[in-house]
T-cell receptor
């Protein structure tokens, strides 16, 4: 059974702080890793994708991947109230004839002004 | 408009009725997906398609039927709607099975 685990939260941080979101997955041979943001009542939208071990930075967002420990994290620096949303981690796993993407249940983030 | 669209955006139906949710994408993406999302739950894959005329089951396929006669369209049919199928349904597409999925705006379905 392929699994993607996230702390459901809610995670509450003050405005301007660093928010740290974590995700663990069950298969060492997973290939692609994604963080999506979903506002209440809206569809998920891509924040970051990462494919190799290490850090990937994009503006205030940094994704960190550690395949040996099977976790991927998302750091949000200088958190803003507009960052309040549910963050979904997605991981691709080998599947018959290709790969399949599995989403975690998401972590709710609240940024307090 | 370019992108991925879903229709209807909201639908109310009765138990036992057949309902079809539409999904259309303009990117010529090979892969298309249908997800169900309930409050407090993540995205559960219903069906996916790797190309026209190729479909496969996801985690929760029972009670649903899909078809993909054209690359750009991927309709989802509830053959006989049940109250447990009240949910938000998202369609998504991607260029490959390792690639980013792009989501439509969703359809909120209520089965009375």
């Amino acid at each position: 059974q392929k699994e993607v685990e996230q702390n459901s939260g809610p995670l509450s941080v003050p405005e301007g702080a660093i928010a740290s979101l974590n995700c663990t997955y069950s298969d060492r041979v997973s290939q692609s890793f994604f963080w999506y943001r979903q506002y209440s009542g809206k569809s998920p939208e891509l924040i970051m994708s990462i494919y190799s071990n290490g850090d990937k930075e994009d503006g205030r967002f940094t994704a960190q991947l550690n395949k040996a420990s099977q976790y991927v994290s998302l750091l949000i620096r200088d958190s803003q109230p507009s960052d309040s949303a549910t963050y979904l981690c997605a991981v691709t796993f080998p599947n018959t004839g290709g790969f399949k993407t599995i989403f975690g249940a998401g972590t709710r983030l609240f940024v307090k002004a | 408009d370019a992108g991925i669209t879903q229709s209807p955006r909201y639908k109310i139906t009765e138990t036992g009725r057949q309902v079809t949710l539409m999904c259309h994408q303009t990117w010529s993406h090979s892969y298309m997906f249908w997800y169900q999302q309930d409050l407090g739950h993540g995205l559960r894959l219903i069906y996916y398609s790797a190309a026209a005329d190729i479909t496969d089951k996801g985690e929760v396929p029972d009670g649903y039927v899909v078809s993909r006669s054209k690359t750009e369209n991927f309709p989802l049919t509830l053959e006989s709607a049940t109250r447990s199928q009240t949910s938000v349904y998202f369609c998504a597409s991607s260029s490959g099975d390792l690639d980013t999925q792009y989501f439509g705006p969703g359809t909120r379905l209520t089965v009375l």
